[in-house]
């Protein structure tokens, strides 16, 4: 299942992780710590949606 960002429009797609943050690829979006933050616009989980 894919998450965006509610704020700029990322994708967080577990296949691909977020390895620059130290997301591995296959982490599913409820398995990403909780002080991890979007990659383009610094925004918290809370902030993501599921991608319908």
Do not use: H, N, Q, R
């Not at 990322?10 to 599913?28: A, F, K, L, R, W």
């Not at 991890?36 to 918290?44: D, F, I, R």
């Amino acid at each position: 299942m894919k998450y965006i960002c509610d704020v700029c429009g990322y994708v967080y797609d577990p296949v691909i992780g977020d390895p620059d943050s130290g997301v591995e690829p296959g982490t599913e979006f409820a398995d990403i710590p909780e002080d991890w933050v979007c990659p383009l616009c610094g925004v918290g989980k809370e902030d993501f949606s599921i991608l319908e």
